[in-house]
């Protein structure tokens, strides 16, 4: 390898065929959903507990979660409806109950999960096109 530009596309080949079959092997599919992490993990980023302060790391991996399962929503229509008021410790709490009340089901995806969970408490009767 005698150009830099030779070594750069070596180094990008590598680190990008890297990051890809890591990504592969880390992603898997639990629950109905493919996902980087499961319940359990996601109980351990919400403190192991249904109640109490809402740790940081647990609302925003639940708000971002929210987020994206209402952009994903194949047919339009998303499968909770949220209040227009709510917060992100008020779906962290709706989340931790359900995981406390449901730990048969933290072994899978945590996107699943939150899914689940928001479905369960945020109903609708005619959920709202996208």
Known sequence: MNSPRMLASALFMTL???SASYAQGYQRLIGESVSYETGNRLWDFCGNRSDGPVPQACWLYIEGASDGIGLQA???R???CLPPAVRADQLADVVRKYLSDHPE???KGA????RKALA???TCATAPTM
């Open 111 to 114: 996107v699943w999960l939150v």
């Open 16 to 18: 990008g065929l890297s």
């Open 105 to 107: 089901l933290r072994d």
């Open 74 to 76: 194949a047919d339009g």
């Open 120 to 122: 369960a408490a945020f």
């Open 78 to 80: 998303a499968p909770y």
